[in-house]
């Protein structure tokens, strides 16, 4: 039981860190506020000990139907927040929503704000920890305190709480905070400057020196100094603060220091240590001021850098404000304001800089400076590599394979999270949106966070500093989304009318696609384009510029003018040819559209990749086709699956995003997941870990020969799913259950045709983690069978050529399947030896049925001719000898079996008033007694008919009878040994009545009784909505079929529901609905 003490503003020091200031923990009456609520409250058993909430007493409020339902905790005292900047509490709802809090002091609101984000919505009856920002109320007192849970969800809810506290992350062991400001740091030699520690604080007592260091020699003691500098140039100034303790803090700060003649300073690297493929920083300042420093046309500065070896290339400078990320936010530090260039070299030694400074005064361009660079170790930047564009290589050398997956907008905190997770599972990208709706972009319409059109937030460019220095620490990358559609459309996720390119905001036009061709709008898009470049474009962590997510669908989706669709293409073509003229580091360029606009965007010279976007109920192989088609089909660019996600909430299971990740291996298309909430927990970064391993000592980008591989696996009960590819005699490939089945056991990688050689082979098991080998194995038949190890789910190999192989090899043809008394005839004549030696061969029967007589004569001979006489297995082998060694045995098997039969009845003739026909195949029969498995098939019916014929592996098949005309349906059946030769029935629909219109429009539902599939079908309108319910109204499920279709099947063995009569709602997109009764029978 935890003994804590209600309500002590003092922080007590333990061994290494600082307790929290407890408001309210509920173990002893010490510990436990006066709370109250508009339900009962209480305090209360802890009802769930298992997870981060250990308490055995917890708080616990009722939360009335309804929304903004709080327990307000009462202290009539007040307490001081002091240096504490965050809030913390574990909260368990029994219903999902947002969590709110709310300060007061007396009937004053102090602070209130969502814990942490709006977009936090913690699971039920599940123990969370929630925090809030109370940095703008730090050093205030409050009086009451006010918790709302499961905000924005009407129902009512049981509501615990525990462990409320203010603490504060950075107090660490107790170090004092140095913080200081400065009334200019841009100043004229001579003038006075006052530096300023007054926000400085001590956590756990009290600073008893200032030091300031100017970084001229000079130093002073005092928390509020003044100074004056006595020469021009750019002084680092650092204080370091010491407590009462002896422990000590320290803060820098800039100073640029003008003479009178001077317009430009001193350039200032600000880098340590520079060295190649690294990032190099350095700031100087302009003795001017103007009305916007974003705004090339009002002043620009050009950097020219001279390599070692002579060559030269332009950079633009950009415009920077310091800015700290504090507890939840980015806050300004209004006293490091500077210009920086940024930039990355794959050249060590002397690298000389010269600035061109363009204002309204003219053209300045300044002396050099230098900046001497080591050798590093650092990989260079991305880009596509030379031989084969659809691989990614360093321009160091190294392979980049794209494993990762998209991260939109987050926060600061949950991004830093989910990439340290997707490192340590081997990922290595992430897509990264610049929305103004997350507060990434660096523009948009004048609000409290943006300052409007041609003003770029240092807030949001914080951000994407920050997660590309992270991406800098974890060897990840960036592929930067600038222009999302919503910004740019007037009806998909529309923002048209808060974009600042819209003139009601003080932009150029008034319609959402004439940005695409309006003069002013590109100009002005190539600024934006120039501070991007030149603020993040030195990152060889970043993999690529991506212009527009899903451009197609900007303007008035569906309804664009005829001169929408040209004006994107021409701004693509414009913008990338533009950034093409200002990255000197040659960034891969991308965009994504529509699948039939990227044949028209594959023309447009400088962009490097396109991407397809995909969310499918059928994914896998959907996402295999569309990998195919464009890598096949595009002529100048490679292709990245930029998003995808099932069409039930745009997810992936688990399982499936397995299986999607060793896909895009196979196809050789980068894949990014959408949805990315997941990889907070570490299981699903850990899907990446394998692949990640699997492709490490892999160039395929340097295989000249390299290409798609067709395998076939066997296996007795389940069919798998697979894609692959060869080069230079090695073989890799991916194999899964669609269907997930664990512990698969008597499964053969059935390989054929490859090439005669010593083999190593590598067996990747991914849910398992798991890898075997088997070394120096012989693969010398035309057919080789290879038994794969026990397997969950899916499994990978690889199959690397070892040695040339040198015995003779026998081949004696291939698996056959006879009748009983089929005469075969068996040759060795593609046999053959290593030494050019005249080869012999010997024949023998390694098996055979019982009750066979079968024998072989002239067993020396090259070919033989066996008859077999019952039904059964045979097994005949081939053994060749070259003079000096003899080869492996080369065994056959011949399946003797009668062939089963199939049995349909005759032909008939039906009424169009029939909707449904049943065909019956239930009297086809083997003579051998083997069980059947029967295969339907739709041979041909109607022009106007749909053509749908269901149930097409069951015994019996229905037809769907929707046009008058002639079906002919096949039935072909098997034993597992053979197949029957097809039987066909001829079905013909006539009109029976006359009406003087036709039939309304209807959904149907079949088969019904269903045990095992239920099929929905609509005459006329797709399909919107399937929802089933019980007969006591509880919703048991709801279905979204794709866009455009007409049917839905459903496996109804998945509702775990045994005799039961269940209700279909079914609504159509013109909002017809249905209800029908359903018998469920499993």
Known sequence: MKKLFYLLFCLFILNTTLTAQMLADFETTETIPVFTAEGTTAV????????????????????????????????????????NNTLTFKLRSSTQGRIFAKFWINDQILIEEWAPTYEFRPLPNVWTECKMDLTPAMGKDFTKLELAAAVDNEEAAEVYFDDVQLSNPDAGTGEPKAVFSVTDNSVLVGDSIVFDASASFDYDGEISEYLWDFGDGTTKTGKVVKYAFTSDSVFKVTLKLTDNEGKSAVASNYIFVFSETNKISS????????????????????????????????????????????????????????????????????SYQAWMIRFITDQAGSHKVNLALTDSDGTLVTKTFEVNVTSGSSKGIIRNDANNNQYYRHSTGEPFYPLGINIGWNNIENYTTTINNLTQGKANIFRYWHTPFANQALEWKKTNFYDGLGFYSQNAAAMSDSLL?????????????????????????????????????????????????????????????????????????????????????????????????????????????????????????????????????????????????????????????????????????????????????????????????????????????????????????????????????????????????????FHPTKTFSNHGLSANQNFYGYLFDPNNGTNISGAELVLKNIPFANYNLIFYLPESGKIDTLENMALIKLTNKITLPHFNKGLAYKIKFASAYTKPIALAGNDTTVSPGTSILLSGTQSFGQTGNELSYAWAIEQKPNNSSLAISNSTNEAITVVPDVSGIYKISLTVNDGEQSSVPDVITITVSNPPVAVLVSDTTLSMESSYFYIDGTKSYDSDGDPLSYNWELISYPEKSKGNLYQLTAPTSILRIDAEGTYVVELTVSDGISKSSPAEMVITAIRTTITGEESKPEICLFPNPSRGELHIVSTQNPLKQIALFDLSGRLLGEYKPDINSYEYHLNTRDLNIQNSVLMVRISDNKNNTINKLVLIVQ
């Open 267 to 334: 350039l200032t690297f600000i880098t340590k240590n520079a060295a190649t493929n690294k990032k190099i920083e350095a700031i100087f300042q302009i003795n001017k001021t103007y009305t916007n420093v974003y705004n090339p046309d009002e002043v620009s500065v050009d950097a020219t850098i001279t390599l070692p070896d002579g060559q030269t290339f332009t950079i633009p400078a950009f415009y920077y404000e310091d800015q700290k990320f504090e507890n939840t936010s980015w806050v300004s530090n209004e």
């Open 469 to 713: 220095n992270l991406c800098e620490a974890n060897d990840f990358y960036m592929q930067l989304a600038i222009f999302q559609h919503g910004m740019f459309s007037e009806n998909v996720n529309e923002m048209w009318a808060d974009n600042p390119y819209n003139k009601i905001n003080g932009g150029f036009v008034d319609r959402a696609e004439e940005y695409f061709y309006n003069t002013e709008c590109k100009t002005q898009t190539k600024k934006l384009l120039r501070y991007i470049v030149a603020r993040w474009g030195y990152s060889k962590n970043l993999f690529a510029w991506e212009f527009f997510n899903e451009v197609q669908f900007t303007g008035i989706h569906n309804s664009q003018t005829a001169a929408w669709y040209p004006g994107v293409l021409n701004w693509h073509l414009e913008m990338s040819e533009y950034i093409a003229a200002i990255d000197p580091f040659n960034h891969i360029q991308t965009t994504s559209a529509e699948n039939s606009q990227l044949f028209d965007l594959d023309t447009i010279p400088e962009l490097d990749v396109l991407q397809y976007h995909l969310y499918s109920g059928n994914l896998l192989n959907q996402q295999a086709e569309l990998d195919f088609y464009f890598k096949n089909n595009l002529k100048n660019k490679s292709i990245i699956n930029g998003e995808y996600g099932t069409n039930q909430e745009a997810d992936v299971p688990i399982d499936m995003q397995r299986h999607a990740i060793w896909n895009g291996i196979m196809t050789q298309i980068p894949r990014y997941m959408w949805i990315w909430k997941h990889y907070l927990d570490l299981s699903w970064a850990a899907l990446f870990t394998m692949p990640a391993q699997y492709l490490q000592e892999e160039d395929f980008a340097s295989y000249q020969d390299l290409t798609d591989f067709n395998f076939s696996v």
């Open 44 to 83: 209360v058993d802890n009802p769930d000990k298992s997870g981060i909430n250990l308490s055995e007493k917890v708080g616990y409020y009722e939360k009335i139907a309804g929304n903004w339902h709080y327990v307000t905790m009462h202290f009539p005292d007040s307490v001081n927040i002091g240096f």
